[in-house]
């Protein structure tokens, strides 16, 4: 039991997805302009990282070691499709602010990686606790990005206070792309100085 | 070079007076003069001729405008240095340079919050995160003022330089770049653009101002001449050819060249050494390519002038300019290792 929880609070904070191993940028940079995108595009990715890591590893002893990627591939996008049309049919709003990215999670490097990394050499409920931890670590990311980015950037925070305002001037620069990155920098800046041992 | 002689163990006498032979890389003789400090000394003597003319143009906006870029840069400089545990540099003068340079790109109706703003984003942003100056990729005074055009498009678009009936009868008009825009070509003279009673960001209106503080700045070689000479000619001929082809919808050469942030720009804010290339050839292709971009920016982009944005490109391809004109050093190319 201690394992498995292990496994699940690495995600959180010591391999936590974006801030620690990097990965995983392109949807953190785009969709992160608001903290309600943000969450939307964590819990996604994190239901799709849950039940991949669990298919992947459940098939690890009959899945060919030459042709893994391509069989990983066909379970993620399995997973991802259906994510879409869930989102599509119960999330509309937020499927179409989030866009090609829902797709595109089929791609996202830390899905891929913990198949590869974690659940191809571990058990299910290893790969299940270390898919959540993942997952939810990612999640948590992508709402502080788009936690500052809303409030700084457009002076609101949507998911909690609807339409009020908090600044009269947000500096908007950092809902723009450059601004997603100044401010992952910031923060991955700020990681280090926190994480130093 | 020469306190590591002083010092050197005088134990084994006879190995004392043998000529000592000490292998170091190349500069061997180096002006001693030719500090931080001096150079930023004569930027900011090279920029006083166009303060002066800000001053005598916009009155005190223009004062007020550098007194709190300076003063928010100095300050910045101070709390971000102090926060780093680095050592105090303030003295070196390259913070109150950033301030100066800021405020005359702003336009004389800028709120003080944002050249506020501004000051702390060139210095924090700009300089402080890469690790102080001397390791910045951009220019720090023009990544705080992208960033607060972005921020507050209002504050620095085209229409914040213009108010009608206002006391100053600069800032009734349009500036000549919005002007031509507007498909209003010769709205000003020349004489005006060389003088530089015409609306514009505090610092870009007098081409003589920008071209005294520039010239002085290349004889003292604060400044390498390549670039502000490489940034007016490719703009001379974009806009030569343009004026050649298009006729007289087209606006004079000249007005490109006097007119707008251009003279300012490639003499102050190009010649930055930090940001710009370091061989010659690098030098000439920075300053062809910033003058390029200026004037594609002026032709087809909503913007009427783009020195800021060219800028900040040119430095964003000065590492690869860097590595494409590394010099062969005498005897040969180096050879290759296999």
Known sequence: MTTLTREFTKGLWDEIPIFRIVLGLCPTLAVTTSLENGLGMGLAATFVLVCSNGLVSALRKLIPADVRVACYIVIIATFVVCVEMIMKAYFFTLSESLGIFIPLIVVNCIILGRAEAFAKKNGVLASLADGLGMGLGFTLALCVLGSIRELLGAGTLGLFFGERVFLAEPFAFLQQAPGAFVTLGLLLGLMNVVGKK | ?338
């Not at chain 2, 921020?151 to 919005?178: D, E, N, R």
């Not at chain 2, 050649?244 to 942030?261: E, N, Q, R, V």
């Open chain 2, 1 to 338: 070079m020469s306190q590591e002689l002083d010092t050197a163990p005088a134990s084994d006498t006879d190995q004392a007076k043998a000529p000592r032979i000490v292998v170091a890389p190349s500069p061997h003789l180096s002006e001693g003069s030719f500090t931080t400090r001096r150079m930023m000394l004569d930027v900011l003597v090279a920029l006083s001729p166009p303060v002066a003319v800000s001053i005598w143009v916009f009155g005190w906006y223009a004062v007020v405008q550098l007194g709190i870029c300076v003063i928010s840069c100095l300050v910045a400089e101070a709390a971000f240095i102090a926060w780093r545990g680095r050592a105090f540099t303030l003295g070196d003068g390259s913070a109150a340079v950033t301030g100066v340079i800021l405020a005359l790109s702003l336009p004389w109706s800028t709120p003080w919050y944002v050249g506020f703003i501004a000051s702390f984003v060139a210095i924090g942003i700009g300089k402080v995160v890469f690790g102080g100056l001397g390791q910045n990729l951009f220019n720090p005074a023009m990544v705080g003022r992208a960033f607060v055009m972005i921020c507050f498009p209002a504050a620095l678009g085209a229409a914040a330089y213009v108010l009608p009936g206002s006391p100053l009868s600069i800032v009734t008009q349009a500036t000549p770049l919005t002007a031509l825009k507007q498909g209003l070509v010769e709205s000003s003279d020349v004489l005006s653009l060389l003088i530089g009673n015409t609306n514009g960001s505090l610092g870009e209106t007098s081409a003589i101002a920008c071209l005294l503080g520039g010239l002085y700045l290349c004889l003292r070689r604060t400044a390498s001449w390549e670039i502000p000479a490489g940034t007016i000619l490719s703009v001379a001929v974009i806009s030569g050819a343009g004026y050649l082809i298009s006729g007289s919808s087209f606006l004079h050469p000249l007005h490109h060249i006097l007119g707008g942030a251009l003279l300012f720009g490639a003499f102050f804010i190009a010649t930055d050494p930090v940001s710009s290339p370091l061989t010659v050839k690098g030098k000439w292709f920075f300053g062809l390519g910033l003058g390029a971009i200026v004037m594609l920016l002026r032709l087809a982009s909503g913007y009427p002038e783009g020195l800021m944005f060219a800028v900040l490109l040119m430095n964003a391809v000065t590492p690869l300019i860097n590595r494409f004109t590394i010099p062969d050093p005498v005897g040969g190319p180096v050879p290759q290792r296999n």
